[in-house]
């Protein structure tokens, strides 16, 4: 499985942005997908996921009601849309696969993408 994110940049605070990620295996339907996102000096932490479905989504505490994550099976990717970004979202942004097709715990995703850096100035 290849996964490959876009979208990234340099953003002033309260500006959106929307990252992509493209899935390279034909079986794109049966995993879960999810961001999740790292800064200097922090670990790995969970953004967002969605169901293999699409039926299920989930969020962290300090994205909900800004970040809406989405798919779109007919194109084998995966979306993340920011709004109203602040500083402190600045990180480098990992799309995901869960293959169990679930989304919601952390390690269950096995495949990774190589980040984009995503730095909101304030």
């Known amino acids: 499985v290849q996964l490959v994110e876009s979208g990234g940049g340099l953003v002033q605070a309260g500006d959106s942005l929307r990252l992509s990620c493209t899935f390279s295996d034909r079986n794109f339907n049966e995993y879960a997908m999810g961001w999740f996102r790292q800064s200097p000096g922090e670990s790995r932490e969970f953004v967002a996921g969605i169901s293999y479905t699409g039926g299920n989504t989930y969020y962290a505490d300090f994205v909900k009601g800004r970040f809406t994550i989405s798919r779109d099976k007919a194109k084998n990717t995966m979306s993340l849309q920011m709004n109203n970004l602040k500083p402190e979202d600045t990180a480098v942004y990992y799309c995901?696969?869960?293959?169990?097709?679930?989304?919601?715990?952390?390690?269950?995703?096995?495949?990774w993408g190589q980040g984009t850096q995503v730095t909101v100035s304030s």
């Open positions: 995901a696969a869960d293959r169990s097709g679930l989304g919601h715990t952390k390690q269950l995703y096995t495949d």
